[in-house]
């Protein structure tokens, strides 16, 4: 199911916190690039790696259900195979969406994930997204 854009910025709107599940410290990375890009933008980023520690400025959780706050978004830069669990605990935590980033395409996640209502989104990157249809020109 492809999404239209009205709707891929709603969900970009609507969101506040997002969780990035597979986030890396290496700034070369692009799940280092969107997140930096998206806190700029004002999201609250929460960085989901089982190494620990801090990522820009945030400490970093294990899973998804170790997340002590709320999450609206939870933004995916894992690997395909992964993605029903990584859809079951979106579910768990109540997530508003899931979105799995550019060239990632799961079809139980997201079966998983529209039957417990949440909106989901493949293979499209946040940040390209972002840019696109809500930043403004400078």
Not at 21 to 49: C, F, T
Not at 103 to 127: F, K, Q, S, W
């Amino acid at each position: 199911m492809i999404l239209a854009d009205d709707e891929l910025g709603r969900i970009l709107r609507e969101a506040r916190t997002i969780a990035v599940v597979g986030l890396s410290a290496d700034p070369e990375k692009p799940s280092h690039e969107v997140a930096a890009y998206l806190q700029a933008h004002g999201y609250r980023i929460i960085p989901v790696n089982p190494r620990g520690g801090v990522i820009l400025g945030e400490t970093v959780y294990a899973d998804l259900r170790a997340v002590p706050e709320p999450v609206d978004l939870v933004d995916v830069f894992r690997p395909a195979a992964a993605c029903p669990d990584i859809a079951r605990a979106a579910v768990a935590v109540e997530a508003k969406a899931l979105w799995l980033q550019l060239g990632i395409v799961n079809e139980e996640a997201a079966a998983l994930a529209r039957a417990a209502g949440l909106a989901v989104v493949m293979d499209r990157c946040t940040l390209r997204e972002h840019r696109r249809l809500l930043a403004r020109p400078a």
